[in-house]
């Protein structure tokens, strides 16, 4: 599950689903900031799927990758966040493909952060700084960044 913030009644359907062996595994890729917002829903989610199951990044996607037994390997990208929301909002679905190897080759990188790291450490964990050089990026030094 990759998500910017998740709610606890979610973490706690899919604890259940764990402890019925609906699902054997899970990892939750999430924005660096549940880190403060969100420690029990974090801490919930550990003890359901293990102490190296959370991964900090500096996030804003909405995707869940799910592969079963049987070879299905499902990619579901949206644009709602992992919590409650009433609104409708796009979703797309896949089946296999590319786009599940490479969400998934990408979670195989992620670096497993411990709650003392950093901002610093989940920017450099998440790799952003490959993505775009320094000069295309200094366009947006300085500005407003909306964060509770």
């Known amino acids: 599950v990759w998500t910017f913030s998740l709610g606890a009644y979610d973490v706690a359907c899919l604890a259940a689903l764990r402890a019925d062996q609906r699902i054997t595994d899970g990892r939750l890729v999430v924005d660096y900031q ?35 037994v049987s070879g299905l390997r499902l990619l579901c990208r949206g644009s709602f966040n992992f919590n409650h929301n009433p609104r409708f909002e796009q979703l797309d679905l896949t089946e296999g493909g590319p786009e599940f190897d490479l969400v998934d080759s990408i979670e195989a990188r992620l670096p497993v952060l411990d709650d003392s790291s950093t901002m610093a450490d989940a920017y450099r964990g998440s790799q952003l700084d490959q993505a775009y050089s320094g000069s295309e990026l200094k366009v947006f030094r300085g500005v407003k960044q909306w964060r509770r």
């Open 34 to 68: 549940a880190k403060t917002e969100r420690p029990e829903s974090l801490a919930a989610w550990r003890a359901a799927f293990g102490p190296t199951s959370v991964r900090y990044v500096v996030n804003h996607s909405k995707m869940v990758t799910i592969a079963s």
